[in-house]
């Protein structure tokens, strides 16, 4: 009932529409073309002005709206950096920004059609055109500069002595992988994954793998104030793994292992306590397109204090302690998606 | 080659006899009996039907690609709501009217792909070049007539394909519209990648050979069959963007078209180009060996021009129209010619900056900030001269008029956000959020539309002979220009909070779920800004048939040539011989009996020193 009438009310809007239009064209032919364009062409020019007024007003309104919805401040050094990148680009295309768009609409009103006119012949003008090319040019290479430094110190290789955790995507969750007490993460291959007791595809002949402890559900736990390098692999599509709270993403893409590094800052309860919000967590969020569960494919950060990471670490079993001690037999961990697929 | 010989005699040899008329009486009524409904039509060949066969295929397109995005707003902005007009539109893939996450994929998909390349490539680039090219530079037809009417056909089939692909059981491709591998490879990652995804590569292979067709036509016709005295600088700037637009298509869709011959081997032959140590569905794949980031490679290769594809028409209509509606020389010709040749250059170099976190050499991201950056430069440029072409003008607020002052606002608007996500390091965080939504969407999704309406506004009584209602464009300007700004403006900040696009559902996650009141609102502006494209919809239709007939030839007072031919000009255009040009096509000036322009065939005056 409520889409019919809707369906008639929108009808109805279209005839109202089309008969106020058919009227204001027999209006023109009653009055003369000539006196009625010009009315109506100041009347438009005003709405250059009202068009300037009301992004004006708009731009202000949404900014006081948005602010206080936005996140809390970047996590991580890198995320600092990329705060105040952030603030110079904005700085620089704000002003461009209002002074073109109030040119824009300025002009358009200012130069409204007051009837037959010679036109003023102002075809080009090399010293304004080499001015405005030149200060463009300028601009961007102070951005340019900005932005390479810091793209070539966060690209730059992991710090000595980094964390480092692997992060591996599928359908639809993150998987984490910690080194265990020996530091080194051991060799894995993908003919060896199963969904019931390898979820990574361990190689079971290298002993370096027998200490490290894999986290189904994807967590990462971090320690403040320590760099962390996290490397990123996917067991079929690419995912990319987002962290919005430290301004760092990577693609994690099946076949190649990418790499990303960054020290965050503020421990989870830190932030806690900054934000206020008894709920705030850090989240890991699926930035590549990756099928029916891309928006569900969420995981958790948790960053700690050394001795908090440290107590975790011990409450923690291996892997292979988990799945190959006899009284231990591994739940399946069919996921909604191989479900899916299976059933088709 | 003369222009006389590559027409079809059989449309050309009636005009002869009547000579040159300056009022419109005349029309092509005399060969109408000649040629079968079919033949003028429906196969035509004459580049004035083909342009409008482009527009009016271009604006079905819209209609279903913006229906499709008010069906996903539905479901951003009210994910805890059901909507019987979902189950009555998409059957199963809304059970209860609740949208299927599937569905939602392929519907952001298909919105994606018929926008990008079947509106805003082949309705804006294909209507335009088609229609003004011959018009503008004074020529008969296109050079090769059949090639032009086989590109609008490779364009209906693709479109056809891609509209079966909605009806197969397994739903659409639903990969997005860059179509990734593995995802859109592995028929067990995703039900879009099953026969959808076929449909779609096929379309798209289908789509690229239509653009070769016209691209190669529009560039060998621009350059050889130009009007005695139309030398290369006389040309509007129209004419010079759709050269380089061909440009940038001829030597970009077929890496596209390789790009998806590969994926149809990979899906198929067993081949490992984008595969590589992938378990799915239970099983570890043979395939080891491919780089699914080559993928991107090729297709971002493509997928960069194409947005300048898509930019280069917009500008050029709007360089004119802007012009011509100030009363006013465009400012610094040959400045516009460079930049637009700066843009098509740079468009080859950047393409990777879309790539910045697929873990790619540092060095190499670095190499693709710098060159993508450059691209600001010939952009400013572009917009300081429109802005000094209307300063001290004589403006006229005529529809077409103030869709190109909106294009200016939304280039500058869209264009400005584009230095945040080419700077790799912002691009990290920023990288596939709903900042990126906005800032494509505004500067070549909106942008472009205005550029394209405001062409359909000013040659439409050239089109057909008839105005387009004045009342309703005044009113579908203003609900576009401030719907669009609403609906994308907020999306910036939702970007920069690192709220990812492409997700069906927010409210499981702390760090974005407390946007729900904002995209409810920019759900409900979409809707309305959707229904009020309606109303150009319904004014073009009546507007062919009812609108105010146009009674001069010139009704806008331009000088460019399509002005110069009859009001309802026949195939082969001019009735009598193509009117030589002796001027550039921006005299605006006084001439010397109290008008304030002088059209490209009018001779120079004695000591009239041409510009």
Known sequence: MSGLLLILLVSLIFVVLYQVSRSSELLVRIKGEEEFDLKRNRLLSYSMLAMLVAMMGGIYACHRYMMPLMGPEAASDHGKTYDFMFVVTLAVTGIVFFITQFLLFWFAFKYQRTGEKIPYNFTHSTKLEMVWTAIPAVTMAVLVAIGLKSWFHMTSAAPKGAMQIEMVGKQFNWISRYPGADGVLGRRNYTLINDNDNLLGLDWNDKKNMDDIIIPNGELRLIKDKPVELIIGSRDVIHDVGLSHFRMKMDAVPGITTRLWFTPTITTKEMIAKTGNPDFVYEVSCDQMCGKGHYSMRAVVIVETQAEHDAWLQSQQSYYQQNHAATNPAAPATTDSVKKITMN | ?611
């Open chain 2, 1 to 611: 080659m003369s222009n006389e010989t590559t027409i079809h005699h059989e449309t050309v040899h009636t005009h002869h006899e009547h000579g040159h008329h300056d009022h419109g009486h005349h029309d092509h009524a005399h060969h109408e009996h000649k040629q079968h409904f079919f033949t003028k039509y429906v196969f035509s060949q004459d580049h004035k039907i083909i342009s409008r066969q482009f527009l009016i295929t271009g604006i079905f397109w819209a209609i279903v690609g913006g229906l499709m995005s008010v069906f996903f707003r539905l479901q951003l902005g009210f994910p805890e709501e059901t909507f019987k007009v979902l189950s009555f539109f998409l059957g199963d893939w809304a059970p209860k009217g609740k949208l299927d996450p599937e569905m939602y994929y392929g519907l952001i998909t298909i919105h994606g792909t018929v926008l990008v390349f079947f509106v805003l490539t082949a309705g804006l680039s294909g209507t335009f070049s088609n229609f003004l090219i011959p018009l503008q530079i004074g020529a008969r037809d296109m050079a090769s007539p059949f090639l032009n009417m086989l590109s609008y056909w490779f364009f209906a089939i693709a479109g056809l394909v891609m509209f079966c692909s909605l009806f197969v059981s397994t739903g659409p491709a639903s990969g997005g519209w860059t179509t990734y591998p593995p995802l859109s490879a592995l028929k067990e990652a995703s039900m879009g990648s099953g026969i959808g995804m076929d449909l779609w590569l096929v379309s798209m292979a289908l789509f690229v050979v239509s653009s070769l067709l016209g691209g190669l036509n529009y560039i060998v016709t621009i350059l050889n069959m130009r009007t005695k005295g139309m030398s290369m600088t006389r040309m509007p700037l129209t004419i010079w963007a759709f050269l380089f637009t061909a440009v940038l298509g001829v030597l970009s869709f077929p890496v596209l078209l390789s790009a998806a011959v590969l994926l149809l081997f990979d899906r198929h032959a067993g081949t490992s180009f984008y595969l590589s140590e992938i378990y799915v569905a239970g099983k570890a794949l043979p395939n080891v060996g491919g780089s699914p980031i080559l993928y991107q490679h090729l297709f971002w290769f493509l997928g960069h021009p194409e947005v300048y594809i898509i930019m280069l028409p917009a500008m050029g209509m709007a360089s004119e129209i802007l012009s011509t509606h100030s009363r006013k020389p465009i400012f610094g010709y040959m400045a516009m010619v460079l930049s637009l040749i700066g843009i098509t250059v740079l468009a080859f170099l950047v393409w990777a900056h879309h790539m910045f976190v697929t873990g790619m050499s540092p060095f190499l991201g670095g190499v693709f900030v710098l060159l993508t950056l450059l691209i600001a430069i010939p952009s400013a440029v572009k917009v300081f001269n429109w802005l000094t072409t209307i300063f001290r003008g004589n403006i006229r607020f005529t529809v077409p008029m103030l869709f190109a002052i909106g294009f200016v606002s939304l280039f500058i608007s869209g264009g400005l956000t584009g230095l945040f996500l080419g700077n790799s390091a912002l691009d990290i965080h920023l990288h596939d959020t709903y900042f990126v939504i906005a800032h494509f969407h505004i500067v070549m999704g909106i942008s472009a539309f205005f550029g394209m309406f405001a062409g359909v506004y000013h040659w439409f009584p050239k089109m057909y002979g008839r105005f387009m209602n004045n009342t309703l464009g005044y009113i579908h300007f203003f609900i576009t220009f401030v719907g669009s700004y609403v609906i994308f403006w907020p999306m910036h900040y939702e970007g920069v909070a690192g709220m990812p696009r492409r997700y069906y559902d927010f409210s499981s996650w702390q760090s974005f779920h407390q946007f729900t009141e904002l995209n409810k609102m920019i759900s409900v502006a979409a809707i309305i800004v959707f229904f009020g494209q309606l109303i150009f919809v319904f004014n073009y239709f009546v507007s062919i048939w009812k609108g105010r007939k146009v009674t001069t030839l010139n009704p806008w007072n331009a000088n460019s040539l399509e002005w110069t031919t009859p009001i309802h000009p026949g195939h082969g255009n001019w009735d009598g011989p193509i009117p030589e040009v002796h001027r550039w096509a921006y005299d605006y000036k006084d001439n010397g009996e109290g008008g304030d322009f002088v059209p490209q065939h009018i001779p120079l005056k004695e000591g009239e020193e041409s510009h």
